[in-house]
């Protein structure tokens, strides 16, 4: 064969590669395995209800369902790892900042999950049994927005180019789920909140909504959806929604699925979602024990094992860089105790970019 000819078939094989790649057919070999570093909590600290991971400005990383201070199930709210110190102060109490739900004036007992911190040292905390979203400073709380027709909430991401204003998902699990009726998405801007039409969600096949996040650009919008029949889960997806970039608001049109989980993965229920700076995103498997990395493209990159969690429920960028992920949820081998793990990234993450 002429150096010519050989030439020839050595471009046009990569030019393939190149395309194959761009569809997102990569080969099973190119997803890194990884694995997570168990943090040692106390076992006293945080039930097995941990969730709502958020980091503020100091790459502080909290979490619900706080214990320590003899709080009631998933009604606290307070730090796991510290910059300095790690996990050395969690039990601390003088240390350890808490908050604890009030349950003066709501219908219900409160159930706290999702959580943000704002860049005024603010935090957004949703409280899933009534409808709200708490706003917290110096362990005092008001209302940040609320209506009586939302489903939960239970998870929220914040816009990155608009102020105060925050993307709510929540769910009802029941054994068969219907499209646009057990799966919910609202925004909240300032105190005003508005649903995404249900008839558009329905129309997509959204079922269960519950990980949420933003692109680091602004223009989209990431939520998750998880289908019962039977009581059996039969399908776990993420859609893309498109942002009006002026306003904040979710653009009134069908969402496209970014990422569909196949085979025995899709019986597995995402739940967390947390971008970085370059806009891939990190998802938790929860009952499977991992967290996996998708490209801004929908290619799965990596999978991070986390040996000690039996079921991660969210996960947050952290440290004093901004480049720790962390993750929390159900102990392996306990699930009443609530445990956290870490994996050290190279990547800022974006709620913490977005505090600096």
Not at 21 to 29: E, H, K, L, R, V
Not at 47 to 75: S, T
Not at 91 to 99: D, G, V
Not at 283 to 294: A, E, F
Request: hydrophobic letters at 40%; a neutral charge; charged letters at 15%.
């Amino acid at each position: 064969m002429s150096f010519l000819k050989a030439f020839v078939r050595l471009l046009i094989a990569a030019s393939f590669s190149l395309a194959t790649a761009q569809n997102g057919s990569y080969p099973s070999n190119t997803v890194q395995i990884v694995k997570g570093v168990d943090l040692q909590l106390p076992p006293t600290a945080f039930g097995g209800g941990i969730e709502g991971a958020a980091v503020n400005a100091q790459g502080d990383v909290f979490a619900v369902d706080y214990r320590a201070a003899g709080a009631g199930p998933n009604k606290a709210f307070g730090f796991f790892s510290e910059t300095e110190g790690g996990t050395e102060s969690v039990l601390n109490l003088a240390a350890n900042p808490i908050f604890n739900a009030s349950t003066e004036g709501v219908a219900n007992p409160p159930l706290i999950n999702g959580a943000r911190f704002l860049k005024d040292g603010r935090i957004l905390i949703a409280d899933a049994n009534n409808s709200r979203v708490l706003s917290v400073k110096d362990a005092r709380s008001s209302t940040f927005c609320t209506d009586a027709a939302m489903l939960q909430p239970n998870d929220l991401a914040l816009s990155v180019n608009i102020p105060e204003m925050i993307y709510l998902s929540g769910q009802n699990f029941t054994e068969t789920t219907i499209a646009g009726q057990h799966g919910a998405l609202w925004t909240c801007a300032g105190s005003t909140a508005m649903q995404f039409p249900p008839a558009l969600l329905a129309q997509a096949d959204v079922h269960r909504t519950n990980g949420i996040e933003t692109s680091p650009c602004g223009r989209h919008l990431y939520l998750s959806s998880a289908t019962n029949v039977a009581g059996n889960v039969t399908a776990n997806r993420i859609y893309r929604f498109n942002i009006h970039t002026p306003t904040g608001i979710l653009i009134s049109q069908t969402p496209s699925v970014f990422y569909e989980f196949t085979g025995a993965d899709a019986a597995i229920d995402i739940d967390g979602m947390r971008a970085d700076v370059r806009g891939n995103l990190y998802v938790t498997r929860n009952g499977d024990g991992k967290i996996v990395k998708l490209s801004p493209e929908g290619q799965l990159l990596m999978t991070i094992n986390l040996p000690g969690m039996g079921g991660p429920s969210n996960l947050e960028f952290g440290g004093a860089e901004g480049k720790t992920l962390f993750a929390v949820g159900s102990c392996k081998a306990n699930a009443t105790i609530g445990c956290a793990a870490k994996f050290e990234g190279e990547t800022v993450g974006k709620a913490f970019r977005l505090l600096q």
